[in-house]
């Protein structure tokens, strides 16, 4: 497996941008498809993005299409998620996954989870 931590969240105004990052240890990265998920207070966990073992395909949910942008270096064994136009509705905890080799919309086609990181996006 793989040991992911999430870092870069915090509060935000909306409109404004956040980039959060994931950084790997243990077994490499790079043979792993990443992805973002999110859970607010009292709702499931849902798909936010992913992209591809490497970096040949991304794949958005439509609530973030052409806001977020996913991204990797391999090198760095750190993948990252660049938030920009955030909105209230954006406010969640944010986790970092990886598994397979190619974009999955499902959280339990991966493996490996981060901790979570969260993110809040005031009115």
């Known amino acids: 497996q793989v040991q992911l931590v999430e870092s870069g969240g915090g509060l935000v105004q909306s409109g404004g941008s956040l980039r959060l990052s994931c950084a790997a240890s243990?077994?490499?990265?790079?043979?792993?498809?990443m992805g973002w998920f999110r859970q607010a207070p009292g709702k499931e966990r849902m798909f936010v993005g992913a992209?591809?073992?490497?970096?040949?395909?991304?794949y958005y949910a439509d609530s973030v299409k052409d806001r977020f942008t996913i991204s990797r270096d391999n090198a760095k064994k750190t993948g990252y998620l660049q938030m920009n136009s955030l909105k209230p509705e954006d406010t969640a905890i944010y986790y970092c996954?990886?598994?397979?080799?190619?974009?999955?919309?499902?959280?339990?086609?991966?493996?490996?989870w981060g901790q979570g990181t969260q993110v809040t996006v005031s009115s």
């Open positions: 992209i591809a073992w490497n970096s040949g395909t991304t």
């Open positions: 996954a990886a598994g397979g080799r190619f974009v999955a919309t499902s959280w339990e086609l991966y493996d490996s």
């Open positions: 243990g077994r490499t990265l790079s043979s792993y498809a």
